[in-house]
């Protein structure tokens, strides 16, 4: 619980939607790889384009 609530903090301290943000991480998490995790950071991350694939958008 309190690793979700600073996710959703986090969040909101970079201006994000932590409603989106969230749903965005967790749809691109299991694919992403391990060494350029630190892109889905609140600070670092940007949304995935809409009808794009995570290869296109790398």
Same mark, same amino acid.
């Given at each position: 619980?309190?690793?979700?609530? #600073?996710? =959703?903090?986090?969040?909101?301290?970079?201006?994000?939607?932590?409603?989106?943000?969230?749903?965005?991480?967790?749809?691109? =998490?299991?694919?992403?790889?391990?060494?350029?995790?630190?892109?889905?950071?609140?600070?670092?991350? #940007?949304?995935?384009?809409?009808? #794009? #694939?995570?290869?296109?958008?790398?």
């Amino acid at each position: 619980m309190a690793r979700a609530m #600073t996710l =959703i903090e986090s969040a909101k301290m970079n201006g994000l939607d932590p409603q989106a943000y969230l749903a965005d991480i967790l749809d691109r =998490i299991h694919d992403h790889k391990n060494n350029r995790l630190v892109e889905l950071l609140p600070w670092n991350w #940007t949304p995935k384009a809409a009808g #794009t #694939t995570q290869s296109e958008a790398a």
